[in-house]
T-cell receptor
Framework: EPEVTQTPSHQVTQMGQEVILRCVPI?????FYWYRQILGQKVEFLVS????????KSEIFDDQFSVERPDGSNFTLKIRSTKLEDSAMYFC???????????????????FGSGTQLSVL | GQNIDQPTEMTATEGAIVQINCTYQ??????LFWYQQHAGEAPTFLSY????GLEEKGRFSSFLSRSKGYSYLLLKELQMKDSASYLC???????????FGRGTSLIVHP
């Protein structure tokens, strides 16, 4: 089965440094997402991306965050100046389509990558 | 936003049946997902409900009642490998983005 791949699997950085997390979504998918999960807490939405622009973002996704699709395959999340509280597992996800009405086979199921564990020291 | 409530932890015996409940509050409900997440791993899709009723897929079934804002995930013939967190995620409020609950940690013991 096709999968979403993320690199690196672990990233350690100093507070204030910039980090770029990389993802390769499933090739025929059109919608891309970043979620994060702080240890022991719930999976939280950061941003969604469609047609080369942000379609939705959460309150967490402030000016320190940006996303980019630099070529036809990669999808990146940049944190400009990391803070201690940015330490989390960051998951990239992609979906083939969003839900439209009640068509059962076309409902925007998210496929998640295995995540990047970001540790900010 | 969505308000999603699940029990924090449940335990069950190998071979048994367990039901994990999820209640939610949202306007403009547009689908509910169940995901499984093993410790340190990514969530993986289990089921999707948008209409009332039961969806069965092998050992796993999921039920939805939109009028009650309620869903459950039923796991039959439990195996040790079913020990994981089970995440309920709801879409609504005019957004197509699923919002996740805190998850239910299921421990299966021999």
């Amino acid at each position: 089965e096709p999968e979403v791949t993320q690199t690196p699997s672990h990233q350690v950085t100093q507070m204030g440094q910039e980090v770029i997390l990389r993802c390769v979504p499933i090739s025929n998918h059109l919608y891309f997402y970043w979620y994060r999960q702080i240890l022991g807490q719930k999976v939280e939405f950061l941003v969604s991306f469609y047609n080369n622009e942000i379609s939705e973002k959460s309150e967490i996704f402030d000016d320190q965050f940006s996303v980019e699709r630099p070529d036809g395959s990669n999808f990146t999340l940049k944190i400009r100046s990391t803070k201690l509280e940015d330490s989390a597992m960051y998951f990239c996800a992609s979906s083939e389509a969003l839900a439209w009405g009640f068509e059962r086979g076309w409902y925007g199921k998210l496929f998640f990558g295995s995540g990047t564990q970001l540790s900010v020291l | 936003g969505q308000n999603i409530d699940q029990p924090t932890e449940m335990t069950a015996t190998e071979g048994a049946i367990v039901q994990i409940n999820c209640t939610y509050q949202t306007s403009g409900f547009n689908g509910l997902f169940w995901y499984q997440q093993h410790a340190g791993e990514a969530p993986t899709f289990l089921s999707y409900n948008v209409l009332d009723g039961l969806e069965e897929k092998g050992r796993f079934s999921s039920f939805l009642s939109r009028s009650k804002g309620y869903s459950y995930l039923l796991l039959k013939e439990l195996q040790m490998k079913d020990s994981a967190s089970y995440l309920c995620a709801v879409r609504g409020g005019g957004s197509y983005i699923p919002t996740f609950g805190r998850g239910t940690s299921l421990i299966v013991h021999p």
